[in-house]
């Protein structure tokens, strides 16, 4: 299977601020990578997949880059609603795998 | 619009199965393929299988052996069926709609998710 290592674990920002989280594939997925954003108890939400392209009604705020084996997710100017767990995916081979997670708090 | 819905019992004893039905509406299950995605409490997802839109099914390979997926598409729904529960199987159960119908593929719905606990 192929392993997804996301960093950093946590992560404290300041509104407005830009942040930025990294995934690391352990082999090449050729972009087939998304990104989910899972609020205090819900279940996750799809924000950007192929690396790059942003799900509908999802801000403009939120990009996603990368190639080869490393993505990151970027957030332009922090808003409160962007607490939450980020997870990266892979979606190159079967089975799907998931990174751990990054949780993004409030400074 | 589109929406999935798991049901099932919160508590399953060791060794027993567990059974979830998720309930979809808002598309056609003959027309996107729905997969089945677990969560233990503060780790990351896995994924465990899928009903694809044309009636076959996939299964993680970690866990093929213990589970079965189904449907009734008169009913909207997808079932799985998981046996020889133990504790690490405890965690959240989400049902999912696929994006595409590539083999692998995001997860563009999910579920509310239902919370299960393996304890006798």
């Known amino acids: 299977d192929i392993q997804m290592t996301q960093s950093p674990a946590s992560l404290s920002a300041s509104l407005g601020e830009t942040v930025t989280i990294e995934c690391l594939a352990s082999e090449d997925i050729y972009s087939n990578l998304a990104w989910y954003q899972q609020k205090p108890g819900k279940s996750p939400q799809l924000l950007i997949y192929y690396a790059n392209s942003l799900n509908d009604g999802v801000p403009s705020r939120f990009s996603g880059s990368g190639s080869g084996t490393q993505y990151s997710l970027k957030i332009n100017s922090l808003q409160s609603e962007d607490v939450s767990i980020y997870f990266c995916?892979?979606?190159?081979?079967?089975?799907?795998?998931f990174g751990a997670g990054t949780k993004l708090e409030l400074k | 619009q589109v929406q999935l819905k798991e049901s099932g019992p919160g508590l399953v004893q060791p060794s027993e199965t567990l059974s979830l039905t998720c309930t979809v509406s808002g598309f056609s299950l003959t027309s996107y393929s729905v997969s089945w995605v677990r969560q233990p409490s503060g780790k990351g997802p896995e994924w465990m299988g899928r009903?694809?839109?044309?009636?076959?099914?996939a299964y993680n390979s970690a866990l093929k052996s213990r589970l079965s997926i189904s449907r009734d598409t008169s009913k909207n729904q997808v079932f799985l069926k998981m046996n020889s529960l133990q504790t690490d199987d405890t965690g959240t159960y989400y049902c999912?709609?696929?994006?595409?119908?590539?083999?692998?593929?995001?997860?563009?719905?999910w579920g509310q998710g239902v919370m299960v606990t393996v304890s006798s």
């Open positions: 995916q892979q979606n190159y081979d079967s089975p799907p795998t």
């Open positions: 999912t709609r696929d994006l595409s119908t590539t083999v692998v593929t995001p997860f563009d719905y």
């Open positions: 009903m694809w839109y044309d009636g076959d099914t």
